[in-house]
């Protein structure tokens, strides 16, 4: 029997976030939104998802808030 599953993390993208001074970089810029969770998948169905996150995400160091 052939059983295919697969494991791991996915980022969905939601938009432009607020207008925020980075903490690391100290640039001023507009941030943007994802949505971070866990996932398992059989045959490239996702069954199960957990810690799911949204975060802010700096364009310019890379800099991840929770929202």
């Known amino acids: ?3 295919l599953f ?3 993390d996915k980022q969905k993208d939601l938009g432009p976030g607020q207008t925020r001074t980075c903490p690391r970089c100290t ?3 507009t941030w943007g939104r994802v949505k971070r969770y866990r996932q398992f998948t059989v045959f490239f169905v996702p069954l199960l998802r957990w810690k799911r996150q949204e975060l802010e995400v ?3 160091c890379g800099t991840t808030l929770a929202v």
């Open 1 to 3: 029997m052939f059983f």
């Open 27 to 29: 640039n001023t810029t």
């Open 58 to 60: 700096c364009g310019i």
């Open 6 to 8: 697969g494991f791991g």
